[in-house]
Nanobody
């Protein structure tokens, strides 16, 4: 079992930046792909970004490409999501998730086994 804890959410004005962190409880986290998802108010959870176990491969939703960057520090069991040029439509609860079966970038919710509790990001216009 892997426990994930997100942090770094908050209220920011449009055009601003935030960096989310996802800290894992186990070192085996470094062997798995990790993704960030978000759930806007009244909508379904959606894919945002994902990173392979080495950090060598990444994937992004079209809506965040060029603005968000996912990275990881396996020595710290932590994955980050740097969010720049934030827009009101980025407002959502952001969740990190980990696979338990290795390694490459995954973009579907049902490919992830462990989820954090989420952190709220609110972008004001």
């Amino acid at each position: 079992q892997v426990q994930l804890v997100e942090s770094g959410g908050g209220l920011v004005q449009a055009g601003g930046s935030l960096r989310l962190s996802c800290a894992a409880s186990r070192r085996t986290f470094s062997s798995y792909a990790v993704g960030w998802f978000r759930q806007p108010p009244g909508k379904e959870r959606e894919f945002v970004a994902a990173i392979s176990w080495t950090g060598g491969s990444t994937g992004y939703a079209d809506s965040v490409k060029g603005r968000f960057t996912i990275s990881r520090d396996n020595a710290k069991n932590t994955v980050y999501l740097q969010m720049n040029s934030l827009k009101p439509e980025d407002t959502a609860v952001y969740y990190c998730a980990s696979t338990s079966t290795c390694c490459s970038v995954r973009k579907k919710l049902d490919e992830y086994n462990y989820w954090g509790q989420g952190t709220q990001v609110t972008v004001s216009s």
